[in-house]
């Protein structure tokens, strides 16, 4: 009796906590490494090409290594694509970058229509490492798209991000927040206990004004759209560089 008294007291604590985790879940926001969830009224944000901001000279890539990035993303969808292994992943090229751990951006348009974007903000592997992966998520996993097909490939241009660590933005208030954000430079993460989200700084074409830039991303987080002007989320920065298909 005492053991089948301990055996229900054991599962109904499993049931309760399975029903805390699934509830948790539930409401998680969109991880802030995922940009290429960016919507607007439930419709995909288009990502456009990047502005440069102050990323440091010895952070930024040569147009050689940008081409070279480029290469290899197109060459890693084609390969998985045709399941023809026979294809390279490249030209041989080194750069001591390309062994750097950096957060990256893939981007995928067809007739300068959004067909996949994924990345990390958050550096978790190195730079080659990542634009191969994300090259992969962004035409075979964006949730919002069938994986790309055969009769696709020859329509699609790719575009390529390359971030600078997200650094937090330390502010007093929410007119102090406005005055110190950048448009067209920075793009930003918010953070609020569990919720959290980002904009590229891609996002400033169609969102150029500072007040609804917040709203929609406070919205985007799962939180209230006027949340930013408590002055209590957590803000970080970052900058990109993009290299683009011509």
């Given at each position: 009796m005492t053991r089948y008294i301990t055996f229900k007291y054991s599962l109904s604590i499993c049931?309760?906590?399975f029903i805390i985790l699934l509830l948790w879940s539930s409401i998680t926001p969109v991880r802030a490494e995922d940009a290429g969830q960016n919507k607007i009224g439930g419709l995909p944000i288009k990502e456009e090409k990047a502005m440069e901001g102050e990323m440091a000279d010895g952070q930024k890539l040569n147009d050689q290594e940008g081409k070279y990035l480029l290469e290899v993303a197109r060459k890693t969808i084609e390969r998985q694509l045709f399941k023809d292994k026979a294809v390279a992943q490249g030209n041989e090229f080194y750069s001591p970058k390309f062994s750097e751990k950096r957060g990256t951006?893939?981007?995928?348009?067809?007739?300068?229509n959004l067909r996949g974007c994924i990345g990390h903000?958050?550096?978790?592997?190195?730079?080659?490492e990542g634009i191969r992966e994300n090259a992969?998520?962004?035409a075979f996993k964006d949730p919002r798209f069938n994986p790309l097909s055969k009769g696709e490939w020859e329509d699609i241009k790719i575009e390529i991000s390359i971030l600078t660590d997200p650094a937090i933005l330390k502010y007093s208030d929410a007119d102090d927040l406005l005055k110190k954000i950048r448009p067209n430079v920075d793009g930003v993460i918010i953070k609020k206990g569990y919720y959290q989200a980002t904009f590229l700084p891609q996002v400033w074409e169609q969102l150029p004004?500072?007040?609804?830039f917040f709203t929609h991303l406070c919205l985007k987080a799962g939180m209230n759209g006027d949340e930013w002007k408590n002055g209590k989320l957590e803000v970080y920065t970052y900058q990109v560089q993009a290299f683009e298909e011509h």
């Open positions: 049931l309760i906590f951006f893939v981007t995928i348009t067809i007739n300068d903000i958050i550096p978790q592997e190195t730079l080659l992969i998520n962004a004004d500072k007040k609804e």
